[in-house]
Protein backbone atom coordinates (compact mmCIF):
# COMPACT_ATOMS: atom_id res chain seq x y z
CA UNK A 1 0.00 0.00 0.00
CA UNK A 2 1.45 3.40 -1.07
CA UNK A 3 1.85 5.46 2.45
CA UNK A 4 3.38 8.05 4.42
CA UNK A 5 4.66 6.72 7.74
CA UNK A 6 5.63 8.73 10.30
CA UNK A 7 6.57 8.14 14.07
CA UNK A 8 5.53 8.28 16.83
CA UNK A 9 1.73 9.73 16.38
CA UNK A 10 2.06 11.48 19.88
CA UNK A 11 5.31 13.20 21.99
CA UNK A 12 5.15 14.70 25.10
CA UNK A 13 8.68 16.59 26.17
CA UNK A 14 10.13 18.67 27.91
CA UNK A 15 12.44 21.88 26.90
CA UNK A 16 15.69 21.43 25.78
CA UNK A 17 15.60 17.59 25.03
CA UNK A 18 16.23 16.92 21.42
CA UNK A 19 14.19 14.96 19.87
CA UNK A 20 13.29 13.36 15.78
CA UNK A 21 10.14 12.87 14.10
CA UNK A 22 10.93 10.14 11.46
CA UNK A 23 8.61 10.29 8.35
CA UNK A 24 9.23 7.41 5.53
CA UNK A 25 7.48 6.74 2.02
CA UNK A 26 7.19 3.97 -0.13
CA UNK A 27 6.35 5.91 -3.47
CA UNK A 28 9.69 6.72 -4.60
CA UNK A 29 8.71 10.38 -4.39
CA UNK A 30 11.48 12.82 -5.30
CA UNK A 31 9.84 15.73 -3.17
CA UNK A 32 9.42 15.72 0.64
CA UNK A 33 8.05 18.13 3.11
CA UNK A 34 7.69 18.90 6.75
CA UNK A 35 4.59 21.27 7.79
CA UNK A 36 2.83 22.18 11.03
CA UNK A 37 -0.60 22.56 11.72
CA UNK A 38 -1.66 25.18 14.17
CA UNK A 39 -5.23 26.24 14.98
CA UNK A 40 -6.68 29.57 12.45
CA UNK A 41 -3.01 29.18 10.80
CA UNK A 42 -3.85 26.30 7.97
CA UNK A 43 -0.13 24.01 7.45
CA UNK A 44 3.09 26.16 7.36
CA UNK A 45 6.12 24.34 5.83
CA UNK A 46 8.88 24.10 7.72
CA UNK A 47 11.39 22.14 5.28
CA UNK A 48 11.34 20.55 2.09
CA UNK A 49 13.55 18.38 0.32
CA UNK A 50 13.71 18.05 -4.10
CA UNK A 51 15.78 15.08 -3.75
CA UNK A 52 18.53 12.89 -1.80
CA UNK A 53 21.24 15.72 0.17
CA UNK A 54 18.63 18.36 -1.32
CA UNK A 55 16.82 20.31 1.03
CA UNK A 56 15.41 23.62 1.62
CA UNK A 57 13.93 26.04 4.11
CA UNK A 58 10.12 26.37 3.75
CA UNK A 59 8.17 29.15 5.81
CA UNK A 60 9.20 28.59 9.16
CA UNK A 61 12.03 26.75 9.64
CA UNK A 62 13.51 28.03 13.08
CA UNK A 63 14.43 25.49 15.30
CA UNK A 64 14.37 22.49 12.98
CA UNK A 65 16.75 20.72 11.44
CA UNK A 66 16.16 17.84 8.47
CA UNK A 67 18.15 15.44 6.35
CA UNK A 68 17.48 13.33 3.40
CA UNK A 69 20.32 10.82 3.22
CA UNK A 70 18.15 8.33 1.53
CA UNK A 71 14.99 8.70 -1.14
CA UNK A 72 12.72 7.13 1.05
CA UNK A 73 13.06 8.76 4.42
CA UNK A 74 13.27 12.90 5.76
CA UNK A 75 13.34 13.11 9.73
CA UNK A 76 12.06 16.14 11.72
CA UNK A 77 14.85 16.86 14.14
CA UNK A 78 14.44 19.38 17.11
CA UNK A 79 17.78 20.13 18.57
CA UNK A 80 16.37 22.02 21.49
CA UNK A 81 12.42 21.68 21.64
CA UNK A 82 10.27 25.29 22.76
CA UNK A 83 7.18 25.09 24.70
CA UNK A 84 6.28 27.40 20.68
CA UNK A 85 6.92 24.08 18.79
CA UNK A 86 3.46 22.97 20.40
CA UNK A 87 1.82 21.60 17.31
CA UNK A 88 1.01 19.22 14.87
CA UNK A 89 2.96 18.09 12.44
CA UNK A 90 3.23 16.52 9.50
CA UNK A 91 5.15 15.15 6.49
CA UNK A 92 4.08 14.47 2.90
CA UNK A 93 5.62 13.48 -0.19
CA UNK A 94 4.71 13.80 -4.13
CA UNK A 95 6.78 12.78 -7.26
CA UNK A 96 7.43 16.14 -9.00
CA UNK A 97 6.22 17.27 -12.73
CA UNK A 98 7.04 19.82 -15.09
CA UNK A 99 5.07 23.00 -14.89
CA UNK A 100 3.24 22.01 -11.75
CA UNK A 101 2.93 20.29 -8.55
CA UNK A 102 1.72 17.01 -7.83
CA UNK A 103 -0.83 16.39 -5.35
CA UNK A 104 0.83 15.90 -1.76
CA UNK A 105 0.54 12.60 -0.27
CA UNK A 106 0.32 13.11 3.56
CA UNK A 107 1.27 10.96 6.58
CA UNK A 108 -1.22 10.66 9.82
CA UNK A 109 0.19 13.47 12.05
CA UNK A 110 2.69 13.58 14.83
CA UNK A 111 1.41 15.48 17.85
CA UNK A 112 3.95 16.92 19.52
CA UNK A 113 3.85 18.76 23.35
CA UNK A 114 6.65 20.21 24.59
CA UNK A 115 6.27 21.43 28.63
CA UNK B 1 -3.58 39.43 3.95
CA UNK B 2 -3.52 36.41 3.96
CA UNK B 3 -2.49 34.14 0.41
CA UNK B 4 -5.28 31.64 0.24
CA UNK B 5 -8.30 32.70 2.05
CA UNK B 6 -11.28 30.49 3.70
CA UNK B 7 -13.93 30.69 6.03
CA UNK B 8 -13.01 29.07 9.23
CA UNK B 9 -16.90 26.96 9.60
CA UNK B 10 -19.65 26.07 8.02
CA UNK B 11 -22.89 24.07 8.90
CA UNK B 12 -25.19 22.30 6.82
CA UNK B 13 -28.38 20.20 7.01
CA UNK B 14 -27.90 16.42 5.93
CA UNK B 15 -29.31 15.89 2.54
CA UNK B 16 -28.33 19.60 1.64
CA UNK B 17 -25.72 20.71 -0.55
CA UNK B 18 -22.60 22.10 0.70
CA UNK B 19 -20.35 25.56 -0.38
CA UNK B 20 -17.08 26.08 0.88
CA UNK B 21 -15.55 28.74 -0.61
CA UNK B 22 -11.45 30.29 -1.10
CA UNK B 23 -10.23 32.94 -2.26
CA UNK B 24 -6.48 33.53 -3.06
CA UNK B 25 -4.04 36.21 -4.32
CA UNK B 26 -1.66 34.73 -7.11
CA UNK B 27 -3.18 34.48 -10.27
CA UNK B 28 -0.42 32.44 -11.09
CA UNK B 29 -1.34 29.60 -9.57
CA UNK B 30 -1.37 26.21 -11.96
CA UNK B 31 -3.23 24.27 -9.92
CA UNK B 32 -5.43 24.48 -7.43
CA UNK B 33 -6.26 21.69 -4.82
CA UNK B 34 -8.54 20.71 -1.94
CA UNK B 35 -7.98 18.37 0.74
CA UNK B 36 -9.90 16.60 3.28
CA UNK B 37 -8.96 16.15 6.76
CA UNK B 38 -10.91 14.15 9.07
CA UNK B 39 -10.78 13.88 12.98
CA UNK B 40 -6.90 12.12 13.90
CA UNK B 41 -5.78 11.88 10.45
CA UNK B 42 -3.83 13.22 7.74
CA UNK B 43 -4.85 15.38 4.80
CA UNK B 44 -6.14 13.52 1.91
CA UNK B 45 -6.49 14.89 -1.59
CA UNK B 46 -10.19 15.34 -2.57
CA UNK B 47 -9.57 17.04 -6.19
CA UNK B 48 -8.09 19.48 -8.11
CA UNK B 49 -8.45 21.58 -10.80
CA UNK B 50 -5.69 23.23 -13.10
CA UNK B 51 -5.85 26.96 -13.64
CA UNK B 52 -7.52 26.79 -17.63
CA UNK B 53 -10.30 25.18 -16.59
CA UNK B 54 -13.75 26.79 -15.36
CA UNK B 55 -15.17 23.73 -13.13
CA UNK B 56 -14.58 19.91 -12.93
CA UNK B 57 -17.10 17.57 -11.44
CA UNK B 58 -16.10 13.88 -9.93
CA UNK B 59 -19.64 12.55 -8.59
CA UNK B 60 -20.90 14.20 -5.37
CA UNK B 61 -18.25 16.72 -5.72
CA UNK B 62 -18.21 20.21 -8.02
CA UNK B 63 -15.29 22.57 -8.20
CA UNK B 64 -15.70 25.64 -9.74
CA UNK B 65 -12.88 28.30 -10.85
CA UNK B 66 -13.17 32.26 -11.08
CA UNK B 67 -9.54 32.99 -12.01
CA UNK B 68 -10.76 36.60 -12.96
CA UNK B 69 -12.28 36.93 -9.61
CA UNK B 70 -9.41 34.70 -8.27
CA UNK B 71 -12.11 32.49 -5.94
CA UNK B 72 -12.34 28.81 -5.84
CA UNK B 73 -15.46 26.85 -4.66
CA UNK B 74 -15.63 23.14 -3.85
CA UNK B 75 -19.57 21.90 -3.94
CA UNK B 76 -20.60 18.65 -1.94
CA UNK B 77 -24.03 17.54 -2.97
CA UNK B 78 -26.02 15.87 -1.16
CA UNK B 79 -23.96 15.76 2.28
CA UNK B 80 -23.98 13.29 4.88
CA UNK B 81 -22.47 12.55 7.93
CA UNK B 82 -19.21 11.08 6.65
CA UNK B 83 -18.40 14.77 5.44
CA UNK B 84 -17.59 16.27 8.10
CA UNK B 85 -14.29 17.15 8.39
CA UNK B 86 -12.13 20.09 7.57
CA UNK B 87 -11.45 21.03 4.07
CA UNK B 88 -8.20 22.45 2.99
CA UNK B 89 -7.64 24.99 -0.04
CA UNK B 90 -4.42 25.12 -1.45
CA UNK B 91 -2.53 26.70 -4.80
CA UNK B 92 0.13 25.16 -6.21
CA UNK B 93 3.25 28.14 -6.43
CA UNK B 94 5.87 26.28 -7.44
CA UNK B 95 7.17 22.54 -8.18
CA UNK B 96 8.54 22.81 -4.47
CA UNK B 97 5.46 24.70 -2.79
CA UNK B 98 1.83 23.87 -2.04
CA UNK B 99 0.57 26.56 0.06
CA UNK B 100 -2.81 26.35 1.94
CA UNK B 101 -5.46 27.96 3.36
CA UNK B 102 -6.66 27.75 7.16
CA UNK B 103 -9.06 24.87 6.67
CA UNK B 104 -12.80 25.70 6.79
CA UNK B 105 -14.72 23.29 9.34
CA UNK B 106 -17.63 21.36 8.14
CA UNK B 107 -20.73 20.16 10.74
CA UNK B 108 -23.66 18.10 8.87
CA UNK B 109 -26.54 18.87 11.21
CA UNK B 110 -29.57 16.35 11.42
Known amino acids: EAQVTQNPRYLITVTGKKLTVTCSQN?????MSWYRQDPGLGLRQIYY???????DKGDVPEGYKVSRKEKRNFPLILESPSPNQTSLYFC??????????????FGNGTRLTVT | GEDVEQSLFLSVREGDSSVINCTYTDSSSTYLYWYKQEPGAGLQLLTYIFSNMDMKQDQRLTVLLNKKDKHLSLRIADTQTGDSAIYFCARGSSASKIIFGSGTRLSIRP
Open chain 1, 92 to 105: ASSSLRQGGNSPLH
Open chain 1, 27 to 31: MNHEY
Open chain 1, 49 to 55: SMNVEVT
